[in-house]
């Protein structure tokens, strides 16, 4: 049973479109998180929450922006998508506190982007 | 700093028999370390995790994890593989008084278990 919900599922898109990646969350999270993930590669932190109106950027946030005006939506936005920017992009949520509560992170599903 | 390594990026073995996937972590303290498993077209799903207590960490789909602070690893196992444990599996690790840091994930190994 999905807490944690990400549109679209998969996303092709052309060269220099402006996108947004959708990921909400019932589960009343205060933290939540963007990975971008090659398929079977590793995770890459783009941003992260700690709550509403705050926003910190990862490893890899550069060529994209997020927002968090309300607890459970965390949008994700490409101002100018590239062919570079094709892969999947992860969203997860926790609970406050170091251990992140009873399951740590919860992941969504994914968005499956590729950029033509 | 906080860091976590998983030094194999591949590991087979047979149905029914028993399978570890290897961590190992390095922060200061006493560490939050946790274990998620990946199948293909879809996110990360929580195993298990470690905060205190019991040095061994039982978790969903009959894996476990041992926490061995003097060799700072956190390896999971399973006493009997199956075919459906084919999956990308993941270590985390965190720092408790590392404020609101994110999870430094491991680059993650590919456990194949053959038939």
């Known amino acids: 049973e999905a807490d944690i919900y990400q549109t679209p599922r998969y996303l092709v898109i052309g060269t220099g479109k402006k996108i947004t990646l959708e990921c909400s969350q019932t589960?009343?999270?205060?933290?939540m998180y963007w990975y971008q993930q090659d398929p079977g590669m590793e995770l890459h932190l783009i941003h992260y929450?700690?709550?509403?109106?705050?926003?910190e950027k990862g490893d890899l946030s550069s060529e994209s922006t997020v927002s968090r005006i309300r607890t459970e939506h965390f949008p994700l936005t490409l101002e100018s998508a590239r062919p570079s920017h094709t892969s999947q992009y992860l969203c997860?949520?926790?609970?406050?506190?170091?251990?992140?509560?009873?399951?740590?992170?919860?992941f969504g599903s994914g968005t499956r982007l590729t950029v033509v | 700093a906080q860091s976590v390594a998983q030094p194999e990026d591949q590991v087979n073995v047979a149905e029914g028999n028993p399978l570890t996937v290897k961590c190992t972590y390095s922060?200061?303290?006493?560490?939050?370390l946790f274990w998620y498993v990946q199948y293909p077209n879809r996110g990360l799903q929580f195993l298990l995790k470690?905060?205190?207590?019991?040095?061994l960490v039982k978790g969903s789909y009959g894996f476990e994890a041992e926490f061995n602070k003097s060799q700072t690893s956190f390896h999971l196992k399973k006493p009997s593989a199956l075919v459906s444990d084919s999956a990308l599996y993941f270590c985390?690790?965190?720092?408790?008084?590392?404020?609101?840091?994110?999870?430094?994930f491991g680059k993650g190994t590919r456990l194949s278990v053959i038939a």
């Open positions: 922060v200061s303290g006493n560490p939050y």
């Open positions: 985390a690790v965190r720092a408790p008084d590392s404020g609101n840091t994110p999870l430094v």
């Open positions: 470690y905060i205190t207590g019991d040095n």
């Open positions: 929450s700690y709550g509403v109106n705050s926003t």
């Open positions: 997860a949520s926790s609970e406050s506190g170091g251990g992140g509560g009873r399951r740590g992170y919860t």
């Open positions: 589960m009343g999270h205060d933290k």
